[in-house]
């Protein structure tokens, strides 16, 4: 793994059937470590210094059925099976305000 200056990695989770995007974390080789001897997602805190199981206050737990490398080792894609909301903010994916798009080149003639 490239990990940041800090040691940490960018970890994409999604919920494992569906593909949706549910949250991005980070996660340091301990964090990993945890996560794949567990089967429990456990990520690290910037703000608080400190690791995090994700439901461990919460109860809205993830249950992860596998962790893949991106091709140029500087992110972790974390499939999961979410409980709940995977937001702090109670909604099913951090991902629910869209930005409004304007462009009119959509690729077709790429």
Same mark, same amino acid.
Request: charged content about 25%; some cysteine.
């Given at each position: ?7 940490? &990695?960018?970890?994409?989770? $999604? ?18 470590? $945890? ?9 690290? =805190? ?15 737990? !993830?249950? &992860? $059925? =596998? ?10 894609? &974390?499939?999961?099976? !979410? ?9 099913? =994916?951090? +991902? +629910?305000?869209?930005?409004? &798009? ?9």
């Amino acid at each position: 793994l490239r990990r940041t200056p800090d040691g940490l &990695v960018a970890a994409v989770v $999604r919920q494992h059937d569906s593909g949706e995007v549910l949250m991005v974390a980070w996660m340091d080789d301990e964090a990993l470590h $945890r996560t794949l001897t567990t089967g429990r997602a456990t990520y690290w =805190s910037r703000s608080r210094r400190e690791y995090w199981v994700k439901g461990a206050t919460s109860g809205h737990h !993830q249950y &992860v $059925r =596998s962790v893949a490398i991106d091709c140029d080792g500087d992110a972790l894609l &974390v499939s999961v099976d !979410q409980v709940g909301p995977a937001c702090h903010t109670g909604h099913r =994916s951090c +991902f +629910f305000e869209e930005l409004p &798009v304007t462009g009119t080149d959509h690729g077709a003639s790429r």
